[in-house]
DNA sequence: ATGAAAGCGCTAACAT
DNA sequence: ATGTTAGCGCTTTCAT
């Protein structure tokens, strides 16, 4: 079309051609001098720069995007923004993207495939230099193979995806579900159940079904350290879906019902919030008729009493580490993929006891 | 610049003119049939898409952008996305957004000024549609008036700002102040401190001097409550700048030191978990030794032992309602700008207890 | 219904 | 050092 950009309020907006003007030199001069490339003698620049502010210029960046074909832009999908893990996560991203000159567009995909389709589509369609994603599934590559076949530089944090060759930073899950668990079989516990809220298609516990890498990593340790001490059919103490029927009715279920689970581990500190509830409610103390551990030292893991003990995970480095890989790549690196596995710490508190009676 | 525009990885992208070649139409037809506007036969929508789909076109938002001057994009800065308060208020945000087609950047100010104003020279750059702002200081307006001179609708939420005449969606933080200070007063407390990690030049606590109006309201109905019964010089019992000593260090400092406070006002759930870590360092029991409430019904405020009764915001529907107004601003509202006070609600649990001995 | 052409604001050859 | 010009990918008159 033709009209000239007009801010909403109706006003055109200053062009570098108006500053030009101004300046009384070329556009091409003081796009140099704004933009500032190229050469422009002190005096020109100067007298470029007067107009500017005098005038009230703001560049346009996106056609400067369109002239150079790079947005400083990175494009982040999370499944949800008020999940802690995912806020301290893009605050990691934003923090060295923003140290590198990069912005930041957020989208949640509430772990649905095709909400995050859309929000790639939305982000590719905005010429993002590079995507971090933290995909919804691990299984469906689909959503990331957009990404590839568009070109674009891609990073996966915090789930790996199968067969999806890309730079990947991930934590060290299955040590440390199976360091967590132990905690539990070595106080004696042998009736333990992993809860996660991760979908999972159909009644029985398939890995290579289970839409985050991540908890699949979780669950084989789980089931590492189970198996160690033999427990039998350790694949039925494996809970996922757990939103469909509730956490803290799925608790309840549990440590009531005829399982006679003494211990739990939960998949991440949503969940471990459910749990710690529902225990509550029912009248039962932790760890004296439930021991509890979790991943992730949220805050209130902390200061709940008992203190929960868990797995932190480096959410930050998470963020911060994916983000360097992808500027790296968008800069140019063609080194082969790499996956980076952060270390988890075990912080010990009150929470595990040997199972009551 | 004419190099065609490259994938990062070396391949052109695919035009609306690629699209056309293969169509064999115009370039406008195509658009037509792409963009879904104009008119376009059935059969010749039909080939372009056909086109369309086997060369893995992808509009580019950007240069839409370019012709028709809006973005679909609002762009939100907050303190720090960490902080549940923002990330939830962001998360209402979002979905409004998005349920009305549009899409979100993210910015950081850290509650600094300086880092806000670059934020803000950003998303003006890239052409938002209209700027959501938590803004770093409800006194200096220089960078909210920056926003405004460039024509580009403003919503304030979570603080308002002095003499700046835009949509603003606030909580009801003064009369929450006194609810919840009455609560402490009517159980018999005087020497009650009131804690927030906001900036403040100098010692003594000028209202208007409060770079967030809300937590400016929040130390009136402080003052309120406390004037109420009579206590004097009730402003030296109002902590700003927290973070420059350190929470936990100033809650130390307070209650073992000569003022002898016996009950803290949290300005918000972080300083409320400082305080309460503080609390349970020095060996001291809330409520019994010290009673504590708080704003913001924070994950852990409930789990802690005991809960801490605090004042409770609809943190969501400020960012949702933020969003509205925003987007209807960016409709074409023309209405005066409204201020939105949303109301708080209490949460008792047991953190209120007669001052000790 | 379709096409030709101009233009959005900027950058980057290519002159001079 | 400065200017001229073409072009990024799209939309939008204006013709036909």
Request: charged share 25%; no cysteine; proline share 4%.
């Amino acid at each position: 079309m033709s009209e000239p950009a007009m801010t909403p309020n109706g006003r055109r907006e200053v062009t570098v051609s108006d500053v030009a003007a101004a300046a009384r030199v070329s556009k091409a001069t003081a796009a140099r001098a704004l933009g500032d490339y190229g050469a422009v003698s002190e005096a020109v620049r100067d007298r470029v720069l007067a107009a500017s502010d005098r005038l009230g210029y703001r560049p346009n960046a996106l056609a400067r995007t369109m002239s150079t074909g790079r947005s400083n832009t990175l494009g982040i999908v999370v499944g949800d923004i008020e999940n802690p893990f995912f806020a301290q996560a893009t605050r990691g991203a934003a923090d060295v993207a923003n140290a590198a000159g990069f912005d930041l567009i957020l989208s949640n995909s509430d772990e649905d495939s095709e909400i995050e389709a859309k929000a790639i589509g939305v982000q590719l369609a905005k010429r993002v230099d590079g995507l971090l994603v933290a995909s919804a599934s691990s299984v469906d590559t689909t959503n990331l193979r957009t990404v590839i076949d568009a070109g674009r530089p891609l990073v996966l944090f915090d789930r790996a995806a199968h067969g999806v060759e890309v730079d990947t930073v991930i934590a060290a899950n299955r040590s440390g579900a199976r360091e967590l668990t132990s905690l539990l079989v070595d106080a004696g516990h042998r009736r333990i159940a992993f809860i996660s809220t991760i979908d999972h298609p159909g009644g029985v516990v398939r890995l290579d079904d289970i839409s985050s890498s991540s908890v699949a990593e979780r669950v084989e340790g789980f089931l590492d350290a189970l198996a160690a001490v033999g427990v039998p059919d350790p694949e039925a103490h494996v809970h996922l879906n757990a939103r469909r029927e509730g956490v803290e009715q799925l608790t309840r279920r549990l440590i009531t019902g005829g399982t006679g689970t003494t211990a739990i581990v939960a998949s991440d500190s949503l969940v471990a919030l459910g749990v710690y509830r529902a225990v509550r409610e029912l009248g039962l103390q932790i760890p004296r008729d439930v021991s509890l551990v979790a991943f992730d030292d949220a805050d209130w893991t902390g200061v709940a009493t008992p203190g929960i003990t868990v797995m932190a995970q480096p959410i930050h480095e998470i963020g911060a580490a994916a983000a360097e890989l992808l500027i790296r790549r968008i800069r140019g690196d063609g080194r082969p993929a790499v996956t980076r596995v952060l270390k988890q710490h075990l912080i010990e508190r009150e929470s595990v006891a040997p199972p009551a009676g």
